[in-house]
């Protein structure tokens, strides 16, 4: 029984309705330690059914074995691929062995279609889940495979590969895709070991100019940070609802200054790139912070912004944001080639 | 009533309150027949409205649903697809994929030779946006994109209006455009970048080095071929018009 799945819901939702037909049935006939243990019963069922509901809707813990904090074995053989029916492209799992980072995690790749058939290195987008969230939110929450399938077919985007890779090891901390001091490097992880793993991995072009991010809620702060600063790594960025700073203390203090979006606008010259930066009238921090990057940003740095009319911070949004998004991306990064 | 404001949100709490209580008031009144469905369905009422009413506090707080119409999904906002582009000369050059080109004010660039203009094979049944190879004294490639080749003469001044002009006659891309020159036609290719910031994706120069100060990727090469390999490879592909969403900001 898969940990977001309904049946698991639909089973827990039996147990707060069991557990409230035991309390009202064996009330009078329980003694005081049976009575703690129907009240404890009901309230760890109502407890357990809402975080399941959450889980469903952040995908936190997208398996049994993120829940129980299993690492995963870089040695171990990939599992088959996830969804390979049908003419588009395809998912793939891969395990990126964080020689840099020390951060051992698993990670999805999209593969246009057309991959297994050609012979040309394809350009590559990262794409940041937000928090709490975790890479499969991208897959099963804003459908991108579909997504990606329709703007290839359609023209509108170039094959590409698109690397679905965590923030963070641990699903209850938040990282914003920094070095966190004392903790996890998730910005060494995200631009060093995975784009090392895809490189080796994978007919991907290695030059920055065809490596574009992109990313939603804390995603999107990432996908922005991360390009200003590696200008040299990646050619464009699309903030899906992001933010202007972490909302996170780092622990060097670089909240405020390098690790802020806003900060590096103002203070450092900017980058040859693109940013896309997109959000939801209705949800007033991004669109708050949306507008004092767009503001803020000056050549070369060139912006695009993109503005969806209700929706908030959901998936909804999301869902509207991403194919113009990669559309946009496409257009900025290089094409696919035999070139190394 | 708004799913961020405060009459749902103390509603709620006030409708979790009075089901708790009357649960607790409830519990041992009437014949046990009845008591045990009503201790059912008020515990299940109470549980079910002190969920809600903590899911809508901290909705409030977060605003992830800032409104109904939020929750259930609606954006308001379909994206478009951008109006395909077409060029005032897309008919001529579906005719001839070498077309002539002399668009107004081309002779003041005082070229040895009128540019030549090659479209790729399938730009008339197509309707893609192009990025352009600009090749300063040398052939064409041959590649997915549209070829202008120029024959720069001793007195060839700026050549920043091109891009422009051929904006207008042809399907072209905003930027992303690959410039290749011969050795010496470097420094006319350096101003030309300069002039145009943010036009121009990478140039390669062939048997002479482009030197320091272009902000584009520059390599050089012992061969023509091999410097428009390189370049077209710097190039986007050309794309279909794009899906689009209003924009916030003046473009």
């Known amino acids: ?340 | 009533m708004t799913l961020t404001g405060l009459p749902l949100v103390l509603g709620t709490c006030a409708a979790a309150g009075s089901a708790g209580g009357f649960l607790v008031w409830s519990w041992n009144r009437g014949s046990r027949r009845r008591r045990l469905p009503t201790r059912v369905l008020s515990l299940l009422l109470s549980q079910t409205l002190l969920v809600l009413a903590v899911g809508l506090l901290y909705n409030r707080q977060e605003q992830f649903y800032p409104s109904w119409q939020a929750l259930a999904g609606r954006t308001g906002t379909p994206a478009g697809i951008a109006p395909a582009s077409s060029g005032r000369l897309d008919a001529s050059f579906a005719r001839d994929p070498s077309a002539r080109w002399q668009p107004p004010g081309s002779a003041s660039w005082q070229l040895a030779a009128p540019p030549r203009v090659t479209v790729p094979a399938g730009y008339a049944t197509r309707p893609l946006a192009y990025p352009v190879l600009l090749a300063l004294g040398g052939r064409p490639a041959g590649a997915d994109l549209i070829e202008v080749t120029l024959s720069p003469g001793g007195r060839t001044g700026s050549l920043a209006a091109l891009p422009g002009l051929l904006e207008t006659d042809l399907r072209t891309t905003p930027r992303g455009w690959v410039l290749v020159a011969a050795a010496a036609q470097v420094p006319l290719a350096r101003r030309l970048v300069a002039e145009l910031p943010g036009r121009f994706a990478a140039l390669a120069t062939v048997a002479a080095p482009a030197g320091t100060g272009p902000a584009v990727p520059t390599r050089t090469f012992r061969t023509w071929s091999a410097a428009t390999s390189w370049a077209v490879a710097q190039s986007p592909p050309a794309l279909a018009a794009p899906g689009v969403l209003p924009t916030a900001l003046p473009a």
Request: charged share 20%; aromatic share 8%.
């Open chain 1, 1 to 340: 029984m898969r940990i977001d799945g309904l049946p698991l819901l639909a089973t827990a939702l039996a147990l707060v309705a069991g557990s409230a037909v035991a309390v009202a049935v064996r009330w009078e006939r329980a003694g005081r330690i049976a009575r703690a243990g129907l009240i404890s019963a009901c309230t760890l069922s109502v407890v357990a059914t809402s975080a399941i509901e959450l889980n469903r809707l952040t995908e936190a813990y997208p398996s049994w074995s993120a829940l129980g904090g299993v690492q995963e074995d870089p040695a171990a053989p990939p599992p088959p691929v996830e969804s390979a029916s049908g003419p588009g492209g395809r998912i793939v799992e891969i395990t990126v062995a964080g020689r840099v980072s020390h951060m051992t995690m698993p990670a999805y790749v999209y593969l246009p279609p057309g991959y297994a058939r050609s012979h040309e290195r394809y350009p590559v987008i990262e794409a940041l889940h937000g928090f709490p969230g975790s890479p499969k939110s991208w897959l099963r929450r804003l459908d991108v495979r579909r997504h990606l399938d329709q703007e290839i077919a359609t023209g509108r985007m170039a094959p590409t590969v698109v690397v679905f890779a965590y923030q963070t090891p641990d699903p209850l901390v938040d990282t914003e895709c920094t070095d966190l001091a004392g903790g996890p490097k998730a910005e060494t992880f995200l631009t060093v070991d995975v784009p090392a793993a895809v490189r080796a991995g994978f007919r991907v072009r290695s030059d920055g100019p065809a490596w574009g991010l992109a990313g939603y809620s804390a995603g999107g702060f990432c996908a922005a940070d991360l390009l200003l600063r590696h200008p040299r790594q990646y050619a464009a960025a699309a903030s899906l609802s992001g933010y202007a700073s972490p909302g996170i203390k780092v622990g060097d203090g670089s909240e405020l200054t390098t690790h802020n979006v806003a900060w590096r606008l103002r203070h450092l010259p900017q980058p040859r790139a693109g940013l896309y930066l997109a959000y939801a009238a209705d949800d007033p921090p991004s669109r708050r912070d949306g507008l004092t990057m767009a503001r803020l940003a000056r050549p070369p740095l060139s912006v695009t912004t993109a503005v969806v009319a209700h929706g908030g911070h959901s998936d909804a949004v999301w869902q509207a944001m991403e194919a113009p998004a990669f559309d946009w991306l496409s257009s900025w990064l290089t094409r696919p080639a035999a070139t190394p």
